[in-house]
């Protein structure tokens, strides 16, 4: 049987940092992924990572005060202070590993700056800054000797004795279906942006790892805490990285105004993703838009900056919309890209099971809370996906296997499948099953909500959910049977959803990116607190938590 201490699932940032540095403690460590690991959402990430160097005057109490205001004051402070105190090094380490970041005149590290941040912080490589981490990740992933299952989807995960076991995986290239056991599981399995439509995210980012923990017992927390992204194609969904107004970018309305000066005098493009999403709505609601967007203008930054700095983005822009921002303004919207919520962690990215880790976009340690700042998410990636390799070889030295009965395991989860392979062809298509809940989603658990909205939501995707159980399955072989891995998705997207909407509806007030129209004011007696979701007998349960405060005591927040 396929065995190892620390099986870490998905192979992002989050999950190559979390293999090394469990190789590094003497774990034998796995990775799995159902793609090629440079494939992963993070190779799309383009602005950067936050690092305050104190060299160069910054310091890390600063980035951790731009954090917990970005976060809304929802973010836990004692987890952004090990974020921030540890981004220097972190991002040192990933420059000796061979990421060749941008330097200035000098010679030094460039530096960009980023929204929400009072310093340009902001590390980059060009704008595909997460493609160039990605890769050296991976090399030194070779080098490490971390085993590698690569194309192989996790299916279930494998509970003996009330414990995290293992998980099953098909291998995607045969049809075969493994049981893999562990003593320890770490999940890195990356965001569930695809459940909203359209979304910046790839199409492989859709929430498994998410909905497999919730499922086997693990809290979720801060669901509802969804970031949309202020500079997005319409209609694709595709990102125009906030590195355009990092570099000066400029809003529009149609009348050429800069609108955010009526919204964010001080910080201007550059206010939080939330605020900025947020004033682009009201002025495109307003009828100040064009055709649904605002207007992206780059034209005073020069084509000298614009190929150097943000060559790809303006590719994206030319392709998609025809626009050449050297030249013309580009329409962009905001348009769904982030989930701050996930499995809740502490500090080590223990979970609330035994053996059972989670870091980066699919985890919570409470880093972002309400509305992450720009590049933070890299930073998150890295700094926790490190800490839990760490902590989950350690946990692992000594202990022993918990018994599995292989082929118990693999013929049940292989039933299920076949199960899924022989319903009749009477039902609807995975796809238009997943557009319904993504167009739902982005009508109602926007930018704006209200609770009419988000129980039409709730509504809906009940109904879909039990049109799920009918899903047929057309291809029936072996090879590469993504319809099966399409549909398996589909449910692991449908429970992320759930969660999101009940802990929308349940936070009646608004904080960071849950905007209620219909409780439009921050309300911290009641709601300073986490809402975290459970599975329980019939649905979705929901509980809260206390926000850690350390040394920030919340105010109002203005840009
Ligand atoms: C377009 C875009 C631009 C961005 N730009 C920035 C930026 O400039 N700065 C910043 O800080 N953040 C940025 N972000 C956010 C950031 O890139 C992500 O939050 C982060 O990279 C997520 O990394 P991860 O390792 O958690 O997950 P991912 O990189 O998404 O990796 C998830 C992994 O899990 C695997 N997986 C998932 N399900 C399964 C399964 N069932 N079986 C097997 N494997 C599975 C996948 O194969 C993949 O390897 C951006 C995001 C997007 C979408």
Redesign the pocket.
């Known amino acids: 049987m396929l065995e190892h201490d620390v099986l870490i699932?998905?192979?992002?940032?989050?999950?190559m940092r979390a293999a090394i540095a469990a190789r590094a403690g003497g774990a034998n460590a796995a990775i799995?992924?159902?793609?090629h690991?440079v494939r992963?959402?993070?190779s799309?990430?383009?602005?950067?990572?936050n690092a305050a160097l104190t060299d160069r005057g910054d310091e890390w109490e600063d980035h951790a005060y731009d954090t917990i205001k970005g976060s809304d004051y929802l973010g836990d402070q004692d987890a952004i202070e090990v974020m921030c105190r540890s981004a220097g090094q972190s991002l040192i380490d990933m420059e000796h590993m061979g990421v060749t970041f941008n330097r200035d005149e000098e010679g030094k590290l460039g530096t960009r700056a980023f929204g929400g941040q009072r310093r340009a912080r902001t590390f980059f490589v060009g704008d595909f800054?997460?493609q160039a981490l990605l890769h050296v990740m991976f090399e030194q992933l070779i080098k490490s000797g971390v085993q590698r299952y690569e194309e192989?989807?996790?299916t279930s995960l494998i509970i003996e004795e009330g414990q995290v076991a293992g998980v099953t995986?098909l291998e995607i290239r045969t049809g075969k279906l493994h049981a893999i056991r562990a003593k320890s599981v770490i999940f890195?399995?990356?965001?569930c942006?695809r459940l909203f439509e359209p979304s910046?995210?790839?199409l492989?980012?859709?929430g498994?790892?998410m909905a497999l923990a919730y499922n086997a017992g693990a809290k979720l927390m801060d669901m509802e805490m969804v970031q949309y992204h202020p500079t997005t194609i319409s209609g694709s969904g595709v990102?125009l990285?906030e590195a355009a107004r990092g570099e000066g970018a400029y809003l529009r309305d149609k009348n050429g105004e800069r609108f955010m000066e009526k919204y964010a005098p001080n910080m201007m493009e550059l206010a939080s993703r939330d605020v900025v999403s947020r004033s682009e709505q009201t002025e495109i609601n307003a009828g100040n838009g064009v055709n649904g967007c605002v207007l992206l203008d780059c034209t005073h930054l020069g084509e000298k900056l614009i190929m150097e700095k943000l060559g790809q983005i303006r590719e994206l822009g030319l392709d998609l919309t025809g626009k050449d921002m050297i030249k013309e303004l580009v329409p962009i919207r905001p348009g769904m890209?982030?989930i701050m919520g996930g499995i809740k962690t502490d500090i080590d990215g223990q979970t609330n099971l035994p053996g059972v880790y989670a870091?980066?976009?699919?985890a919570n340690v409470s880093v972002h809370g309400g509305n992450r700042l720009?590049?933070?998410?890299?930073?998150d990636?890295i700094v926790f996906?490190e800490r839990s390799g760490t902590h989950a070889a350690a946990f692992t030295r000594g202990q022993s296997y918990i018994n599995v009965n292989e082929g118990e395991v693999v013929a049940r989860e292989e039933q299920r499948l076949q199960g899924m392979l022989d319903r009749p062809d009477n039902g609807d298509r995975w796809g238009k099953i997943r557009l319904a809940m993504g167009d739902s989603m982005n009508r109602n658990v926007a930018v704006f909500r209200n609770k009419e909205g988000i129980e039409e939501t709730i509504q809906e995707l009940q109904e879909l959910k039990t049109r799920y159980t009918s899903v047929p399955v057309h291809n029936k072989g072996k090879v590469f049977n993504t319809d099966l891995i399409f549909a398996l998705e589909l449910g692991f997207m449908l429970d992320c959803a759930e969660t999101i909407a009940v802990s929308a509806l349940e936070r009646k007030e608004s904080r960071g990116a849950q905007f209620r129209i219909d409780y439009p004011k921050r309300d911290d007696e009641n709601w300073l607190k986490h809402i975290v979701v459970s599975q329980g007998e019939v649905g979705p349960e929901l509980s809260n938590l206390p926000v850690t405060i350390t040394k920030w005591t919340p105010e109002e927040r203005k840009y």
């Open positions: 699932i998905g192979a992002g940032l989050a999950g799995i992924s159902k793609v690991p992963s959402h993070s799309a990430a383009q602005g950067g990572i800054t997460g192989w989807f996790v995986a890195c399995s990356g965001g942006g910046t995210n790839a492989i980012v859709t498994d790892g990102l990285s890209h982030y870091a980066g976009e699919c720009g590049a933070n998410s890299l930073l990636t996906g």
